[in-house]
């Protein structure tokens, strides 16, 4: 691989984190703005504790 075609790849990496890290930031906000109120781990807690209490298949998850 040339030095350019890493350049490149990196490139697209920084890119797709940055969209990434766009959509994460607008729905954590989303969350919070209807009630969860520490956004994205707010909805995580809830799902770890409908896994552990059954109410949730972790097959349903994959």
């Given at each position: 691989m040339t030095t350019e075609e890493i350049q490149r790849k990196i490139a697209h990496s920084e890119?797709?984190?940055?969209q990434l890290v766009t959509e994460l930031e607008a729905l954590d906000r989303l969350l919070r703005a209807?009630?969860?109120p520490d956004g994205v781990a707010s909805v995580r807690q809830v799902a770890e504790e409908m896994l552990q209490e059954g109410i949730l298949d972790s097959e349903e998850i994959e």
């Open positions: 890119f797709v984190h940055d209807t009630g969860f």
